[in-house]
């Protein structure tokens, strides 16, 4: 069980002993018959999360950007004005083909003819497949966040207990 599962269910624990110590019962007890305590309790929490996002926040490191902030901004050069989606679409398309493309020219440079590694470099082209794909996803409302996190999932399932070349071997497709 990951630390912060444990973090939740303390959190989760705290909260109960808080609710049980000021209303005499935890929230799943309340039968919220009283419309004004439900949205004083209701108020309380949502203090209490945007409280909890703001201690958060501070201890991001600076310049920090998660996916969904990043595809926001992806957008301000994804020239959306094309009336035709599919020579939009095409053109991603092509730019994934080609900086892929030049990811894998890059290390073959690197891995076989034994050009240095220049990591800059790498971060650029990964940015530009990045900045192509996050426009593709923004099309059909599907964010890097959820396309990550269901990877993770995904991964998960086909590795329960991590990766392996006997368990890669042996996994069921689909």
């Known amino acids: 069980m990951g630390r912060y599962l444990y973090k939740i269910m303390d959190r989760f624990k ?4 808080k609710g049980i110590n000021k209303y005499g ?9 009283d419309p004004i305590i439900a949205l004083e309790y209701l108020a309380e929490e949502l203090t209490d999360g945007l409280m909890y996002l703001e201690e958060l926040k501070e201890k991001l490191p600076p310049g920090h ?18 009336t035709d989606p ?11 083909i080609g900086e892929a493309g030049e990811i894998g020219d890059y290390l073959k440079k690197v891995l076989c003819h034994g050009h240095p590694m220049n990591t800059e470099k790498l971060t650029d082209e990964a940015g530009d497949l990045l900045w ?3 426009t593709i996803l923004t099309t059909y409302g599907i964010t890097l966040e959820k396309v990550a996190l269901h990877n993770i ?7 329960p207990e991590g990766f392996s070349t006997e ?3 042996n996994r069921k497709e689909g």
Do not use: D, V, W
């Open 86 to 96: 599919f020579k939009f679409l095409t053109e991603k398309a092509l730019g994934i």
């Open 25 to 33: 019962q935890t929230l799943e007890e309340n039968p919220r018959t």
């Open 167 to 169: 368990a890669s071997i």
């Open 14 to 17: 705290h909260q109960a002993e």
């Open 132 to 134: 192509y794909l996050s």
């Open 65 to 82: 950007m998660g996916f969904n902030q990043y595809q926001q901004q992806c957008e301000r050069t994804a020239n959306r004005q094309t």
């Open 153 to 159: 999932e995904k991964l998960k399932t086909r590795y």
